[in-house]
């Protein structure tokens, strides 16, 4: 058995250590491990892949990012390229990448990704590629898992961050916006902002109002509380508004980011309180994963390999109720996991006086 494993779109905190757990339980196995470059971004180069064996994944689960390199600019159905005019488009490469596994004997890909990666690894299963599935995005939107891994390490990174900012924005009498990762759920924000005892959380899920942010800054200078934290996450709009983004390159998700700064203007304006904004962004994927990522990466990793040996193959590996469980990877194609507002998270913020921007 031939083994290839991939990691795509933006990196996590975890990817290592599921990388790790799935090269030496094949190895186990007696298989063989490649490990594809940088996404399927390098599929066009002379050499795509990274022999995988004990050394090679040694000593890496405490450590970021990824070993294999990522693409969030990977799709092989929406290759960015340079067409003739100069102009940059794209192409579909997909073909191509069905010829290279075939060349190379591969016989299963292990895709370790967010939402992004499963609906590429949907289309491949159609191609006739055998894959499995491992869940990463620190946005934990992935459908059909309660967690997914890089998770729980980014939450811990912005929760120790807003408490640092909180210490400022008190001294200062402030304002302070920060801004979490979190493009269409707010599960960051809404962790860390509760962890953190923020006084307001937005998240995309619940449009907000300014109204309703300026009415708990009044109510908490009212009480002498002379500063307001507020966690914004980078897709969540105003009722009636548009996400804040900062363009589109060729073959990429549009790039969100600025929200932060214009809520705390908009509330300067407002209030007549000086404020200031926070972008936390990348910090929040990088550096060494947590204890339960690291764990939840080497669980993910090793079931991936079970699953093939079972020849139990186009499932994504999930836990689910505390349980690893597998589920079709086309049953989650183009879906996302949202912060369901009538969860007890939702209502806990709710009930410690949280505003959520409604
Ligand atoms: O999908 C994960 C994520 O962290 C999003 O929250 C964010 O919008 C995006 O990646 C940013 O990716 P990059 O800047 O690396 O392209």
Redesign the pocket.
């Known amino acids: 058995m031939k083994v290839a494993i991939n990691t795509g779109?933006?990196?996590?905190p975890g990817l290592n250590a599921a990388i790790r757990a799935a090269t030496l339980a094949a190895l186990k196995r007696g298989w063989e491990v490649l490990g594809i470059k940088n996404g399927y971004g390098s599929i066009y180069t002379d050499e795509p892949f990274i022999k995988l064996d004990a050394r090679a994944v040694q000593g890496i689960t405490l450590q970021g990012g990824t070993i294999l390199g990522t693409a969030?600019r990977g799709n092989p159905f929406e290759m960015p390229c340079k067409k003739d005019d100069g102009s940059w488009g794209t192409k579909d490469v997909s073909d191509h990448l069905v010829q290279t596994f075939e060349e190379h004997g591969i016989d299963a890909l292990i895709a370790i990704g967010?939402d992004?990666s499963m609906n590429i690894a949907s289309r491949l299963i159609k191609k006739g590629i055998n894959i499995v599935g491992v869940p990463k995005?620190?946005?934990n939107d992935i459908y059909g898992c309660d967690i997914t891994l890089g998770f729980d390490t980014a939450i811990d990174i912005a929760t120790e961050a807003i408490d640092r900012i909180t210490t400022t924005a008190e001294s200062h009498q402030r304002l302070m916006v920060v801004e979490v990762?979190?493009?269409y759920a707010g599960w960051?924000a809404l962790y860390a902002g509760i962890a953190s005892s923020a006084d307001v959380v937005l998240i995309p899920e619940i449009p907000f109002s300014y109204e309703s942010i300026v009415e708990k800054i009044k109510e908490r200078e009212s009480r002498g509380r002379h500063y307001t934290m507020i966690v914004v996450a980078?897709?969540a709009k105003e009722q009636d508004g548009e996400l804040v983004t900062k363009g589109k390159a060729v073959g990429?998700?549009v790039?969100?980011?600025g929200i932060a700064e214009r809520v705390a203007d908009e509330l300067s304006e407002r209030t007549g309180k000086e404020s200031r904004s926070v972008v936390l962004?990348?910090l929040?994927?990088g550096g060494s994963p947590s204890t339960y990522d690291r764990l939840i990466s080497l669980r993910f990793g090793a079931a991936a390999v079970r699953c093939i040996q079972e020849r139990d193959f186009n499932k994504l590996v999930v836990l689910q109720d505390n349980k690893l469980k597998r589920i079709p990877i086309t049953s989650i194609a183009n879906k996302m996991k949202s912060v369901s507002l009538d969860s007890d998270t939702v209502q806990t913020a709710r009930d410690i006086g949280i505003c959520l921007g409604d």
């Open positions: 779109g933006g990196d996590a969030n967010g992004g995005t620190i946005d990762m979190g493009r960051i980078e897709g990429q998700e790039q969100l980011g962004g990348h929040q994927r």
